[in-house]
């Protein structure tokens, strides 16, 4: 390491206190500083660079630096830095909000239109609003009672506590349980659970029976079911199967509860279609965007809701039906700036079907580990694919986690030049669009030694 990493590494470490780590790790786990970033690429200090395969917490779309964005963002600079969004606008905002309606899911037989758009500036907020806003809806309504939500098994929203309370993974969920509310969860419809000979579709059928029996027994006091659509990411990239969205929208409408679909990891391209809910034909209340909305570049994000929902909040003030949730930055011109050239791009390039190339190159090169001895499942939605590493493959018992067993693929990725953050025992891949079939190459290889060593 230069002595510049070095100075920057301790400098760090005496003052700045690191998302999702133990601090103690940094005692033996190297710290990197990037000094820039490229395209897939981040460059250190010292002439090393990585491969971002997991686009920086799935945030950069297209790729670091995206030159689009960059100048959209300079010239942003020159006119208009921030102002507050309530009683003030700019066009960047107006321009935004019209393209994410233009673009949002549609259905045919769905009256639903996500026509309106309320802006937050990152996606635990995002998922704060959405849950606050069904909630509100129901209580103007004079349905107050319905105080609850259903979540999935497995599914991750953030880490406020309002996000946090409908996320279901221990490791984040656990200790601050006393202080949340407390949603109802339904089984998963992840697909490496099903059953011995259960197709995904039919593991899909299994899990839509036993929301239809919650539904049954708690519509009264739910407002609102959220999923994250076809992947469960920070969950361990766990896939399901198309038709349970078609379902799912379904019984809803049934017993009259919003669907909230948080899109903010898949959404722009990721999964195959420009939003997930597209592959299931359905049209959520409301639809959480963020990450890769700016293309990785600055904190944004946006819920979509229709006008039903807008309606029940329009009144006279005396009434007290506003929705009075507010954050600073909220719109914030430069990173809406961002957002418009990243939906450029995707609008006037072939995106999709570049994507659905890269994707199927991705596949052939991760088809192999499905004989590996410690690969129980190889699964693929559009660009994110993902390798279950267990213990015992015939049991599909998993390596206890208290090994960490992908922490070792980290490091090994480390030394070789590619950032491959597992999630527990789950190795995946998420790379920026701009990712080339032979820097995929060595982004598997990579993994593929890597997951050697953490398995003996
Ligand atoms: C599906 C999903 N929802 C919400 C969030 C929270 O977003 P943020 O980290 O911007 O608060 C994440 C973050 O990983 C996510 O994957």
């Not at 969205?245 to 990891?265: K, M, N, Q, S």
Request: net charge negative; aromatic share 8%.
């Amino acid at each position: 390491m230069s002595s510049r990493s070095a100075e920057l590494v301790a400098r760090d470490l005496a003052v700045v206190w690191h998302p999702c780590t133990q601090m103690h790790d940094h005692q033996t786990l190297p710290m990197l500083p990037i000094a820039r970033a490229q395209g897939a690429w981040l460059h250190g200090h010292d002439g090393k660079s990585w491969l971002d395969a997991v686009s920086s917490w799935w945030t950069c779309l297209l790729g670091h630096r995206d030159p689009r964005i960059v100048a959209a963002l300079k010239d942003q600079l020159d006119t208009l830095d921030h102002v507050m969004l309530a009683g003030f606008t700019h066009e960047p905002a107006i321009d935004l909000a019209e393209e994410l309606v233009r673009i949002a899911p549609r259905a045919v037989g769905d009256a639903r239109e996500l026509q309106r758009v309320f802006y937050a500036d990152n996606g635990s907020s995002a998922i704060e609003v959405a849950l606050k806003l069904s909630f509100h809806y129901w209580r103007n309504l004079g349905r107050g009672e319905r105080t609850r939500f259903i979540a999935l098994t497995g599914g991750y929203h953030g880490e406020t506590l309002g996000a946090l309370s409908v996320t279901d993974i221990a490791l984040y969920r656990q200790t601050y349980a006393p202080l949340l509310l407390e949603p109802i969860f339904a089984p998963s419809p992840d697909a490496y659970q099903a059953a011995p000979g259960e197709s995904p579709a039919q593991c899909a059928q299994r899990a839509l029976a036993a929301m239809r029996s919650l539904l049954e027994a708690h519509a009264h006091e739910v407002c609102a079911v959220i999923v994250e659509p076809l992947v469960q990411c920070a969950g361990g990239m766990r896939m399901h199967d198309a038709s349970y969205l078609t379902g799912l929208r379904r019984l809803c409408d049934e017993f009259d509860v919003h669907l909230i679909a948080d899109e903010i990891a898949v959404g722009f391209g990721r999964t195959g279609t420009l939003f997930a809910c597209e592959q299931g034909g359905i049209v959520p209340d409301f639809l959480c965007l963020s990450k890769g909305l700016t293309g990785g570049t600055l904190p944004l994000s946006a819920v979509l809701t229709h006008a039903r929902v807008y309606a029940a909040f329009y009144a006279e003030y005396a009434a007290g039906k506003a929705f009075l949730h507010s954050h600073s930055y909220t719109g914030n011109p430069l990173a809406c700036r961002a957002a418009l050239a990243t939906l450029t791009v995707l609008r006037e390039e072939p995106v999709l079907e570049r994507n659905r190339a890269l994707a199927a190159h991705l596949a052939a090169r991760i088809a192999p580990f499905a004989v590996h001895p410690h690969v129980a499942d190889v699964r693929q939605t559009g660009l994110i694919a993902a390798l279950e590493l267990v213990a015992d493959k015939a049991t599909r018992t998993p390596f206890p986690a208290s090994e960490r067993r992908g922490l070792r693929v980290y490091r090994h990725g480390l030394d070789r030049g590619v950032v491959l953050r597992p999630l527990g025992n789950v190795v995946y891949f998420m790379p920026p669009y701009c990712i080339t079939p032979e820097e995929i190459e060595l982004m598997v290889e990579v993994a593929s030694e890597g997951i050697e060593r953490a398995v003996t």
